[in-house]
């Protein structure tokens, strides 16, 4: 016999001191019972015996838990965009060199202004797929030129010392 007391005493078979009884019984016993029961199991919680709201609730938080927690084992591609500029091509510029010769150098900018056709953007953009790979970062250099050579380099990149040593010189 089974024996199972966390339910109400009506439906289940309770021990009651030495013998069992079931269903109908007299009322003093039946609150004997009860009291028997609560006094074994008052520190014991039931799943059954929460409110069916907050048994939801806890459900949604297990899960929400659960789905969250396997985030970092999908894995993210980094997506770089843009031109990857080299600090050794950076050094190679100096004052005076065309365009033809910057493009060797250092590639076809990714944005040539269409209004002025004399400043070359060149920008690299990394997005981290994951977090622990590193932060997201952006770089970025503007060549202005002036008659098809260049005049100034602004940006992100530390040019050479000799970058104000023309080439022809």
Request: some cysteine; charged content about 25%.
């Amino acid at each position: 016999m089974r024996e199972n007391y966390g339910k109400a005493p009506n439906r289940t078979k309770l021990k009651l001191i030495g013998h069992t009884c079931q269903g109908s019984m007299p009322t003093r016993v039946k609150n004997e019972a009860v009291y028997l029961l609560y006094r074994q199991n008052k520190d014991k919680y039931y799943w059954n015996d929460l409110p069916m709201k907050l048994q939801h609730l806890l459900m949604i938080l297990g899960l929400t838990f659960c789905s969250t927690a396997c985030t970092n084992w999908i894995y993210r591609i980094d997506v770089p965009q843009g031109n990857f500029l080299d600090e050794r091509d950076v050094e190679k510029l100096r004052v005076g060199m065309s365009k033809e010769q910057v493009i060797y150098v250092l590639g076809n900018p990714v944005v040539q202004d269409t209004f002025d056709s004399d400043t070359w953007y060149y920008v690299y953009d990394m997005k981290r797929g994951m977090a622990k790979r590193g932060p997201d970062f952006r770089k970025q250099m503007i060549i202005n030129f002036e008659n098809n050579k260049i005049v100034s380099v602004e940006g992100d990149f530390e040019l050479s010392e000799e970058f104000n040593i023309p080439l022809d010189s």
